[in-house]
């Protein structure tokens, strides 16, 4: 840290690391960003948690951009009750989800809060899920008190609309408990079979008679606890009249355990106990593969997640905050800078400077005036406004999308149905090869014909083809995660496989939110305008202006005299005594004398202009257009080259032509898209039976991405907001797309390699079997041998191919 | 040889030990987080506050 140098630039945040712009915030040797960051370091200090900033350096969340928020709603009786997972008179437990959790320090302050306030008994982070748990005494703290006080650190949870109206599926542990009884029976069963495999002549039938009854005890719980599934699985399918591949598999167990325990009853033989056994926990171990949850992702979010629980309302002249839900016509609500409009609602009072990017895909804020209709969804951009609300928050324009169809359907995955055809061919041709065979055999005698007839059924359970598809797509849901590609469920890669037709939307998902492609056009700015342009731009949240500010390189902020902010126009303010004006042409040109070159007035171009002029002099503008994912223009070309190729946009068609300097001819492009518009034209694809692939990123594609086949969003954080959706993209890895849709077929191809493996064994099992002379040590040996073979062949080529892809 | 009888029955008895062990390991959570742990463990404990 350097203190005698005069420039501050080099000083880093002690509590956030990020660059400090001010000597303002400094205790001892320490500088800080910001107040917040400064009062978080204090607080912390004083507590005796300053082992905070010694497990890593920095792990402060900035504050920058974070805006104070009132949580008087938690005191609502109700909204305690709902967001609580237990209350009793003294104690409260809550789950938060805090997206900033990112590194150890983080959850070694969230697990030591008991020492900031005595009232919290004790806290437990998940690291994985970004979540928080948290004991607490309510008479001691209240609820809005302990999330105010997780505020202060920087570790606001988040609480939306939905927080409240759903809990969460409780983690699977009974496939734990399966697995753990399976392994356990398995393995004492092979242990007491080892007589029978070493052939080791055991005279006493004591002892043949207690290896086999313990065998037969322990397979019971296997049996009737840990492959229960597989019964019931196929019993479902069988109602439906659909013979699924867990037909043959639960035809398989049952046959080995009604055979072994007969053979043991009737002291005829040693029973396959350890065949069905281990073909039971192998087939849970695969179960138990494929499903590979991104615990931190949420898939089936919907306008919910993205509302806030509470909003502010204006009764009888004072202000309260009330939960989104209570919200009733004609409530007079107060939006302030940076919050999102819950409701349809008619402007009352203050001037609205609306963002819909992320509802109706418009890049550009919208003007509103008063006794103007908003749709609820949009984001305020000036200061606090008015509101009256007009309609329920489930009966707005934008929330009116989920009740479309497309939001019931359970996709049925279709790779089951292609496993289960194969299920099917595969049983009828079994049960035909094992009658055949046995009609022969029944010539001899009626227990050789048996003998027979469970043996072809015991060999041929498909244990390896059932166990191909976990491992296959399972090991390619691991590829993909690590490519920043996170698939909901392994149904997803055969989707994938299928596409025909790939659609795009437009704002946030090619272009870059937030970042602009700024040209300055006109005579080149010296280092002091570019510095004073930038003081100017600086002042105003307008996204053009935040455009320009981020564009303009200069280490000198100046103070402003004068500030003025022409909603719609433009800003301008006195920098050392420069009148400097930025803004649209007209804003610009109003006090300017003497005509400056007039080729500045005429653009053509595509995008924004920005006017600038010091002084009255217009020096030119700043052309601000869309800025397109890195390797946007490569993965259109590819795609066009494979996939019928279009792009949806809301926004209106400023962009054209930019964009379609990217774009191979053949692409569609259509604007001013509304989201009914883009789930229409899913629709419309689909009805020329063509499989679609949409990527989007807004609540205004929500409808598409629940429509298509498979619906992707591309985020640039993934633990923020994403419509409900099959895939979540991080943007980072865009430029991939192609190669995971290259992958996914290789990884279908694989399965059907994997099937070819498993089948050549069924057919060196089957000739034993047909010919009566399947014992018990060929069964074992068979059996996991093929099953090892296809697992290892599945995840060796998936790594192999993907390593070749460069993924 | 009705030793290995009695030596079968307590090996039985004590793989059920492991297994009653690995369930109740679930059961109390500990796969519900598999990440957390093996951060916390490497936190050290502060020897002043422990005196209060």
């Known amino acids: 840290m350097s203190i005698s140098g005069l420039s501050i630039k080099n000083k880093k945040c002690f509590h956030c690391g990020e660059d400090c712009t001010t000597d303002n915030y400094q205790v001892g040797f320490k500088n800080f960003c910001c107040a917040g960051c400064k009062t978080v370091y204090e607080l912390l200090n004083e507590n005796n948690l300053g082992n905070y900033y010694t497990i890593i350096d920095a792990p402060g969340i900035s504050f920058k951009g974070i805006q104070s928020k009132r949580f008087d709603f938690l005191e609502d009786e109700e909204v305690i009750i709902r967001l609580s997972e237990f209350k009793d008179d003294k104690l409260t437990i809550v789950n938060f989800y805090i997206p900033q959790i990112h590194c150890s320090s983080c959850i070694w302050l969230l697990e030591n809060l008991y020492k900031l306030n005595p009232g919290i008994s004790f806290s437990k982070v998940n690291f994985l899920k970004k979540e928080l748990e948290v ?3 309510h008479n001691k703290i209240s609820l809005r008190e302990l999330v105010e006080l997780l505020a202060s650190t920087g570790y606001e949870p988040v609480i939306q609309l939905d927080s409240i109206e759903k809990k969460k599926p409780k983690i699977n542990q009974q496939l734990y408990y399966k697995i753990g009884i399976a392994a356990f029976c398995f393995g004492n069963i092979m242990l007491l079979s080892f007589p029978e495999y070493l ?7 004591f002892y043949r008679t207690l290896f086999g009854y313990l065998n037969f005890i322990l397979a019971l719980p296997v049996f009737f606890y840990s492959a229960s599934d597989y019964f019931t699985s196929a019993y479902k399918g069988l109602k439906k009249k659909i013979v699924n591949i867990n037909f043959p598999l639960a035809l398989g167990i049952l046959i ?14 040693a029973g396959y106990f350890d065949s069905m056994t281990g073909l039971v926990f192998f087939l849970l171990i695969g179960k138990i593969f494929q499903e590979k949850t991104y615990a931190f992702l949420n898939f089936e979010r919907s306008y919910k997640s993205y509302f806030p629980l509470a909003v502010h309302i204006k009764e009888g002249g004072k202000e309260k905050s009330i939960p989104v839900s209570k919200l009733k016509v004609g409530d007079r609500i107060i939006i302030r800078k940076n919050e999102i409009i819950p409701a349809d609602s008619i402007l009352f009072e203050g001037s609205g400077n609306i963002d819909y990017s992320f509802v109706t895909g418009e890049s550009k804020p919208v003007q509103k005036v008063l006794g103007e209709l908003i749709y609820a969804g949009g984001r305020q951009l000036n200061s606090a406004i008015e509101l009256e609300v007009i309609k329920e928050v489930s009966q707005s324009y934008l ?8 939001f019931l359907k359970k996709t049925e995955s279709n790779f089951v149905s292609f496993t ?5 061919y595969f049983t009828l041709t079994i049960l035909l090869i094992a009658f055949i065979s046995a009609a022969f055999w029944l010539q001899y005698s009626t227990a050789s014909a048996l003998n027979v007839l469970t043996s072809v059924l015991i060999v041929a359970c498909p244990c390896a083809l059932a166990l191909s598809i976990p491992f296959t797509l399972g090991n390619s849901i691991r590829i993909f995660g690590r490519n920043k590609f996170y698939l909901k469920n392994i149904s997803v890669i055969e989707n994938l496989a299928k596409i025909k037709a790939v659609i795009f939307d437009k704002t946030g998902t090619i272009t870059e ?3 602009t492609n700024v040209r300055f056009i006109g005579p080149a700015l010296n280092p002091f305008q570019k510095e004073i342009v930038k003081s100017l731009a600086r002042n105003s949240t307008h996204p053009l202006s935040r455009a320009v500010y981020d564009h ?24 050392l005594g420069n009148l400097v004006k930025l803004g649209s042409l007209n804003f610009v040109k109003e006090d300017v004398s003497d005509g400056p070159d007039s080729t500045l007035y005429n653009s053509d171009e595509f995008g924004s202009q920005v006017y600038l002029s010091i002084n009255c002099n217009i020096l030119g503008y700043f052309n601000i257009s869309n800025y397109y994912r890195r390797g946007f223009e490569q993965v259109a070309g590819e795609l066009s080259k494979k996939y019928g190729l279009s792009v949806l946009s809301g926004d209106n068609e400023n ?12 692409t569609q492009i259509f604007f001013r898209q509304t989201p009914g518009d883009k789930l229409n034209f899913v629709k419309k694809i689909q009805a020329s039976a063509k499989k679609v692939l949409m990527f989007g990123d807004g609540l205004n594609d929500a409808g598409a991405l629940a429509q298509s086949n498979v619906g992707v969003a591309v985020t640039e954080n993934i633990s923020y907001f994403s419509p409900a959706c099959d895939a979540i993209l991080d943007a980072a890895a865009f430029e991939k797309i192609p190669s995971f849709l290259e992958f996914s077929k290789t990884s279908i191809k694989i399965i059907y390699a994997s099937f070819i493996i498993s089948f050549l064994y069924n057919i060196i099992g089957l000739s034993f079997a047909i010919e009566g002379l399947l014992s018990p040590v060929v069964a074992a040996i068979l059996m996991p041998l093929s099953s090892v073979s296809v697992v290892s062949f599945a995840t060796i080529a998936t790594n192999f191919m993907a390593k070749r892809r460069g993924l | 040889m009705s030793v290995i009888a009695v030596l079968i029955i307590i090996s039985l008895l004590i793989a059920l030990g492991f297994l009653i062990a690995f369930l109740w390991a679930v059961k109390s959570g500990q796969y519900n987080d598999t990440y957390t742990p093996s951060v916390r463990i490497l936190f050290d404990d502060e020897k002043k506050k422990k005196d209060e």
Not at chain 1, 399 to 406: E, I, K, P
Not at chain 1, 420 to 424: L, Q, T, Y
Not at chain 1, 552 to 565: A, M, P, R, V
Not at chain 1, 655 to 666: G, I, Q, T
């Open chain 1, 135 to 137: 004991k607490f005494y």
């Open chain 1, 199 to 205: 052939s080791i002549d055991i005279h006493e039938t």
């Open chain 1, 256 to 269: 080995l355990f009604v055979r072994s325990a007969f053979e043991i009853i009737t002291q005829t033989g």
């Open chain 1, 399 to 406: 929330t009116q999308l989920w009740n479309n169809d497309s």
């Open chain 1, 420 to 424: 289960d055809a194969v299920g099917k």
């Open chain 1, 513 to 515: 939110t937030g970042k």
């Open chain 1, 552 to 575: 303009l390189d200069g280490n000198k902020i100046y103070e402003i005299e004068n500030y003025e902010e022409h909603t719609g126009r433009g800003i301008q303010g006195f920098v």
């Open chain 1, 655 to 666: 962009e054209k032509e930019n964009l379609e300097k990217y774009l191979k001819p053949a």
